[in-house]
């Protein structure tokens, strides 16, 4: 599966790159929104893997943009934050229904095991 | 930023980003032993350096309690030299930037006259913020990925501070993250992804020794330093 990676710290993305890498997948990581754009654009992902905070913009503003492209509306997205969920509550219904996130995880307490059995699980779309 | 112990909720507010920070070093740890565990190779060095820069973090944090708590009485002041304090935080810093792929490079142009002032505190200050700004940097729009350690006069004092070329390091984003600290998970949303910690403990330890953490531009770079008056009458021995 190729995967885009949007992970803001370089250490974290090297660690989850590997352990997605070992798994069969291609990896591009990203530190921002804007060079996640770029990846997508490159490399047609069947899957982006998110945190929601980054720098100068929100994870959130990273979706709209994202699935404004008619090619990435139907590319799925699993969020792996340090965004505890119950400060997102409220706006999950967004994420899952307006924005097409498939999955949620909260990033202390998902292992790379965890990790993986999720975007196994995930059916790529074919563009 | 208000001195960290004289407010209790100011406290309260650095040390809960500093637990939020935390969780960065924590999560690297655990998922690399975890990726050992599948079989990769993992660099021990690397595990290593991020025990290390959490654990100076927290030390410091304790620090500019203990400074601010004691007041100008605690402060032992001594004739420091810039330069000296600028490369031992270099020294300190290089592990962690090795891994973040950041270059750490010195520029101290010119002989200065020693300021009077605590070196631990000032190291520690220093230390703490270029930890955060090596973090930051991949994800800011940096160019070149270089953190610069630099002094330099300026009509103020003696300025010692760290620089890149991200114009993120600004008096308005400090002024808000300021604000937003202990409300907000990411304070500094423009320089970091994280809470920022690191700087607010800088800021918190420099203010402890009647300095603060003030934005600063050398060598066409932006930067966050400390401006302190310097003295020949203090040369060191």
Not at chain 1, 42 to 62: A, N, R, Y
Not at chain 2, 96 to 103: D, I, L, N, Q, T
Not at chain 2, 183 to 201: E, T
Request: charged content about 15%; overall charge negative.
């Amino acid at each position: 599966m190729k995967i885009v990676l949007l992970e803001p710290d370089k250490v974290l993305a090297n660690t989850y790159r590997q352990a997605l890498t070992q798994a069969g997948h291609k990896v591009v990581m990203c530190a921002t929104a804007q060079a996640a754009i770029f990846a997508a654009d490159e490399l047609k992902p069947d899957l982006v893997i998110m945190e929601l905070q980054l720098t100068s913009h929100s994870g959130i503003e990273f979706l709209y943009e994202f699935r404004s492209y008619d090619d990435w509306t139907a590319v799925p997205v699993i969020v792996l934050t340090n965004v505890p969920a119950g400060e997102f509550s409220d706006c999950w219904s967004l994420l899952r229904d307006q924005l097409g996130v498939q999955g949620y995880h909260y990033k202390p307490l998902t292992s790379l095991r965890t990790l993986l059995r999720a975007v196994s699980a995930v059916n790529p779309v074919t563009v | 930023m208000v001195r960290a112990a004289d407010e209790p909720i100011q406290s309260q507010q650095l040390l809960l980003g500093l637990a939020e920070q935390l969780k960065l070093p924590l999560l690297q740890i655990a998922r690399r032993a975890e990726l050992a565990s599948l079989g990769q190779d993992v660099d021990l060095a690397a595990i290593q350096a991020t025990a290390d820069s959490a654990l100076r973090l927290v030390d410091s944090y304790v620090l500019g309690v203990r400074l601010a708590e004691g007041g100008q009485a605690a402060l032992e002041l001594e004739p420091v030299s810039v330069s000296s304090v600028l490369y031992d935080t270099a020294h300190q810093l290089s592990s962690v930037a090795k891994f973040y792929g950041v270059h750490l490079e010195l520029s101290i142009g010119g002989r200065y006259a020693p300021v009077l002032t605590n070196r631990e505190g000032l190291q520690a200050a220093l230390t703490s913020l270029g930890v955060a700004l090596i973090e930051a940097l991949p994800a800011l729009n940096s160019q070149q990925l270089t953190l610069q350690l630099g002094a330099h006069r300026s009509r103020y004092g003696i300025v010692a501070g760290l620089y890149s070329d991200s114009e993120a390091l600004t008096a308005e984003s400090l002024r808000r993250g300021n604000q937003l600290l202990g409300k907000s998970r990411q304070p500094l949303v423009g320089v970091s992804h994280s809470s920022g910690a690191g700087i607010f403990v800088a800021d918190a330890i420099l203010q402890a020794m009647n300095l603060r953490l003030q934005p600063t531009r050398h060598n066409r770079l932006y930067g966050l330093g400390a401006v302190m008056q310097s003295n020949n009458q203090l040369q060191l021995v």
